[in-house]
């Protein structure tokens, strides 16, 4: 049935220059990334596709996109709107996600998911949770250099796999199907939909708050908003990576500049002497073992977003060099941006006023700008959109690469016929997100998800250390000194452990059982490969609604 509409499909787009044909040949279940046999249906010839950059079909045409510039088609007609859709490839392409991510889009993923709400929401609770301002400063820069020594430990795990899906491709080949699946089961039900809710409730807060000036905005409104704008980045990526690239290629730099304000309204603070603030930085009691871990939560959820750029390998030109590249770039950009907009917000305001105010960076603007304080929420609201923008293009790729082993529903592993875009994966991310933001709260949400991701993160550090023993002679092209990721495997260990031990909540003994309650799903649905009958009609609705095929690299579970 899935072959037939795939046919149907294939007919109408190769009138457009595509042929979506996919692929006759079942899959030996080789691990996605590798090179798989291909049937080329017209010839009736076998050919070996190896996916990554310079890749050929029979034809000769490159199996992944070569460029993130715009294309157009050979009338030299449609414009934006040929470029955007990305209908340039040769006739006879393969369905595929293709390589459109360069080195400026790899910084500007990074940068623009890092830079979102988190340093707008997290000064204030960072001076709650350890009550000193040399305290939060220094742990402010020490999640900057953790985020860092984690991305240069993926950068080796992306650049040895190149499959996207990051952790869940990770633990695929050192661990095996059972963690790989529970990582997917949390993070497309909870840790990537929740990542979402938390940005574009963050991004509503402070879009409504312009326009309500001598009280809170109704919480209706707010929630409102952020499904709105859940709806309108779900579009963005669903009509086309080109367009999707190109907001969050915008939308970081405008996020840039508004760093840059902030930055300098500080240092003008500062030149006229309001150093006050920044004086007895380490007067305060020194806070316990489980606060700074609470305030490490608060601290890296600002820079969360550091490993996004793994989930979208299959995308990135040349990975090898451009994924480590765009993260030793754009992580200590991030992190010495939040150094000077921190020492900027003491520069105009006390650690009581931080601490009361729930704009923080509204109030800074009220202060420093005057009758141009109006950019102050108006930046925010750009940061925070392009946060979720980013978000939800990496989110996207986790469904597809594991749905495409068999991990979860077959649908999400389709790609629309024409635009070439997860647009299955991406709606259902938005449906859950959009779920969250009508029943969550920011601030439990953070705590929520900071407590789950570091017990993956911890994980995806064991498996580099695992595969350095099982998998020795796997090419490396980026290798990092095997002390970094043990270093960051110990101290996610420690912020697991140090909050349940200060203070123990139920909540984590929730999030613990949601894990591994995912094995109840994993047994009889993958690992006995049960599939419910009416499951392909499910599919064929859905794949005849979005107008949507399997890949040429899929695992087939008929």
């Not at 691990?31 to 050929?56: E, L, R, T």
């Not at 840059?260 to 240092?267: E, K, M, P, R, S």
């Not at 489980?290 to 959820?301: C, D, V």
């Not at 200060?502 to 649905?525: C, D, N, R, S, T």
Request: proline residues 5%; neutral net charge.
């Amino acid at each position: 049935m899935r072959d037939t509409v795939s046919h149907y499909f294939s007919s109408s787009a190769a009138a457009a220059g595509h042929d979506c044909r996919k692929s006759s040949s079942s899959s030996d279940n080789s691990f996605p990334g590798h090179n798989v046999s291909i049937k080329d249906v017209s010839s009736g010839a076998d050919w070996n596709s190896q996916i990554g950059d310079g890749a050929k079909d029979p034809n000769g045409n490159n199996g992944r996109g070569t460029s993130e510039t715009a294309e157009t088609d050979s009338s030299g007609t449609g414009g934006m709107r040929d470029s955007l859709e990305g209908t340039g490839s040769a006739q006879n392409d393969l369905i595929h996600l293709k390589r459109r991510v360069g080195l400026f889009s790899g910084v500007a993923l990074i940068v623009g998911t890092m830079i979102g709400s988190g340093i707008f929401v997290s000064p204030s609770g960072l001076l709650v949770r350890t009550g000193s301002i040399g305290v939060s400063f220094i742990i402010w820069m020490a999640c900057g250099l953790l985020s860092l020594l984690g991305a240069l430990a993926y950068a080796e795990l992306g650049t040895m796999n190149t499959s996207s899906g990051a952790e869940w491709a990770y633990f695929m080949d050192a661990f095996g199907a059972w963690p790989a699946f529970l990582f997917s089961w949390v993070s497309t039900l909870v840790l990537k939909p929740s990542q979402m809710a938390i940005i574009c409730l963050s991004f509503a807060q402070y879009a409504v708050e312009a326009f309500v000036a001598e009280c809170d905005p109704p919480q209706t409104v707010v929630k409102m908003v952020a499904i709105l704008a859940i709806v309108c980045i779900l579009f963005v990526n669903c009509y086309s990576v080109n367009l999707g690239m190109a907001v969050q290629n915008v939308f970081t730099s405008a996020k840039l500049i508004a760093v840059l304000i902030v930055i300098c309204g500080g240092a003008y603070k500062l030149f006229q002497g309001n150093t006050q603030h920044l004086q007895n930085a380490f007067s305060g009691p020194m806070p316990s073992m489980g606060a700074i871990a609470t305030a490490f939560y608060t601290g890296l959820w600002a820079y969360d977003g550091w490993n996004n750029l793994n989930y979208v390998t299959e995308e990135i030109q040349n990975p090898s060099k451009n994924l480590p590249r765009s993260i030793i770039i754009g992580i200590p950009l991030v992190t010495l941006c939040y150094a000077l907009i921190n020492v900027s917000y003491l520069a105009a305001m006390s650690p009581t006023e931080m601490i009361e105010s729930e704009a923080v960076a509204v109030t800074f603007g009220n202060r420093i700008l005057g009758v141009m304080a109006w950019l102050m929420p108006l930046s925010v609201t750009i940061s925070t959109f392009g946060s979720a923008n980013g978000t939800l293009f990496a989110a996207g790729r986790l469904c597809f690469a594991a749905s495409r082993e068999g991990h979860l529903l077959d649908i999400l592993s389709y790609v629309h016929v024409r635009r070439l875009t997860p647009a299955p994966g991406l709606i259902f991310h938005s449906l859950i997100a959009s779920a969250m933001v009508l029943y969550g709260t920011i601030d439990s949400l953070i705590d929520f998800f900071s407590f789950t991701a570091w017990i993956f993160y911890g994980g995806a550090m064991l498996a580099l250390i695992v595969m350095r023993y099982t998998k020795p002679n796997y090419p490396r092209p980026y290798k990092v000194p095997l002390i970094i990721p043990i270093l960051v495997m110990v101290i996610s260990g420690y912020l697991v452990v140090a909050p349940i031990i200060e203070k123990p909540q139920i909540e984590y003994l929730y999030a613990v059982m949601f894990i591994f309650a995912g094995l109840f799903f994993y047994v009889p649905f993958v690992h006995l490969g049960y599939h419910p009958k009416f499951m392909g009609n499910v599919t064929l609705f859905f794949q005849m609604l979005f107008e949507v095929v399997p890949t040429t690299t899929m695992n087939m579970f008929d």
